[in-house]
């Protein structure tokens, strides 16, 4: 199996073309190919394939395919998405997607948006994607308000098509994440598990987040983590609608828009943009 590596700051995951190769059972393989030690390493693996024939591909250019460490596929990962368009661009999958900007990519979060810039080499840089509407309805992250206890006062619970739980802290760098965080990912609040971050706030335009990730622990960076405490920080008045975002593998410019003639200041789209890198290429001697 022929394999690209590639991270949005510090995210990283091994990338299958699947416009040339079929992978049979990718939950398996998430879990050999990510370990850090026996296989290749990384956050998972990302698939970038057709797009699906009927109503749920109709008109996006790529498919999108992720799955964590663990092995369980999740809906999306904003990290993710942007290297998969630096795939399908870079490594010509065909003519027409490569050449394609914006470009849309099916998820399990539905068809996103992409724009992007190119280098001095004319490989792709830096990505801007519409991440769509927060989902904000507790039943529908989901979030079992029944269960909501000490551990979680004070958090805010926002959906980018996979759920998140932001957490304010004072001193983010302090945490021992490898205790708290599978509390968190596993607590009975989320019926589904659970995306965790806590933020620390520097001003309204930047803070510091960590992340642990659900089915992949500690992670450099989550782009649908930074998206939601962009959105969380708006809703809790603490920071302004275009973030900075420190993450410990680099920075993400986050922005909530507001919705054109719309009064709701919940309806907007939160767009996202940074870079997607390509570290190597290789074989992996099993699919």
């Known amino acids: 199996m022929r394999f690209i590596k590639m991270h949005g700051i510090g995210n990283d995951y091994v990338y299958v073309n699947g416009f040339e190769q079929t ?5 398996a393989l998430a879990i050999r190919v990510a370990d850090r030690h026996f296989g290749i390493g990384g956050d998972g693996l990302i698939l970038a394939m057709p797009p699906e024939p009927g109503p749920n591909g109709a008109g996006a250019h790529v498919r999108m395919r992720m799955f964590n460490a663990d092995g369980s596929e999740s809906e999306m990962c904003g990290n993710g998405i942007r290297c998969v368009c630096k795939l ?10 490569t050449a394609a900007n914006p470009m849309r990519i099916q998820t399990g979060n539905g068809i996103l948006t992409l724009s992007y810039t190119l280098d001095a080499q004319g490989k792709v840089d ?15 992250i989901p979030v079992d308000e029944s269960h909501i206890d000490e551990a979680l006062a004070g958090a805010s619970y926002v959906s980018m098509g ?5 957490i304010y802290h004072d001193d983010v ?9 599978p ?23 930047e803070v510091i987040m960590r992340t642990w990730e659900r089915g992949s622990g500690i992670t450099l960076a ?9 959105v969380a920080g708006v809703l809790q008045q603490k920071t302004n609608r ?13 922005e909530w828009r507001e919705a054109d003639n719309n009064s709701d200041p919940q309806a907007g789209e939160v767009y996202m943009t940074g870079p997607a890198t390509e570290t190597f290429t290789g074989e992996w001697p099993e699919a």
Do not use: Y
């Open 23 to 27: 992978i049979d059972d990718p939950s």
């Open 88 to 97: 399908a661009h870079d490594h010509n999958v065909t003519p027409g997607i």
């Open 126 to 140: 830096q990505v801007t994607v519409n991440m769509g509407r927060p989902i904000l309805n507790l039943p529908d």
């Open 162 to 166: 996979n759920p998140h739980v932001v």
């Open 173 to 181: 760098a302090s945490l021992d994440l490898e205790k708290i965080g």
């Open 183 to 205: 509390a968190i990912e596993n607590h009975p609040a989320f019926p589904r598990r659970i995306n965790a971050h806590w933020v620390q706030v520097v001003s309204p335009d």
């Open 222 to 230: 989550c782009g649908t983590g930074a998206c939601a405490v962009c």
């Open 242 to 254: 275009k973030l900075l975002a420190h993450l410990p593998g680099g920075d993400l410019q986050l």
